[in-house]
Nanobody, 118 residues
Framework: QVRLVESGGGLVQAGGSLRLSCAASVSIFSFNAMGWYRQAPGKQRELVATITIGGSTNYEDSLKGRFTISRDNAKKTVYLQMNSLKPEDTAVYYC????????????WGQGTQVTVSS
């Protein structure tokens, strides 16, 4: 059974940094891609960043330069480094993975809260 477990969220002041981790219960090469999404109160879930099995990365345009996605294959973990955090980054951050070969099933973690105070 595939499980994704996020950690690393918390409360941080504006301008600070956090690193989120997403640990998978299986090899991350079981997935076509993994990524991070976020959902703020009253808003739809939105893409933050993804990384493909080949290592290609993609970011939501407004987050480029502040957020970095990476992975450690041996640890079966994907990371999201978040710098220069802003209050508008406050949200629940979810880890996502899509299976091979057809981007199905779609797996989600339970989410981790990130709160940025002004």
């Amino acid at each position: 059974q595939v499980r994704l477990v996020e950690s690393g969220g918390g409360l941080v002041q504006a301008g600070g940094s956090l690193r989120l981790s997403c640990a998978a219960s299986v090899s991350i090469f079981s997935f076509n891609a993994m990524g991070w999404y976020r959902q703020a109160p009253g808003k739809q879930r939105e893409l933050v960043a993804t990384i493909t099995i080949g290592g290609s990365t993609n970011y939501e345009d407004s987050l480029k330069g502040r957020f970095t996605i990476s992975r450690d294959n041996a640890k079966k973990t994907v990371y999201l480094q978040m710098n220069s955090l802003k209050p508008e980054d406050t949200a629940v951050y979810y880890c996502n993975a899509v299976g091979r070969p057809n981007n199905w099933p779609n797996y989600w973690g339970q989410g981790t809260q990130v709160t940025v105070s002004s």
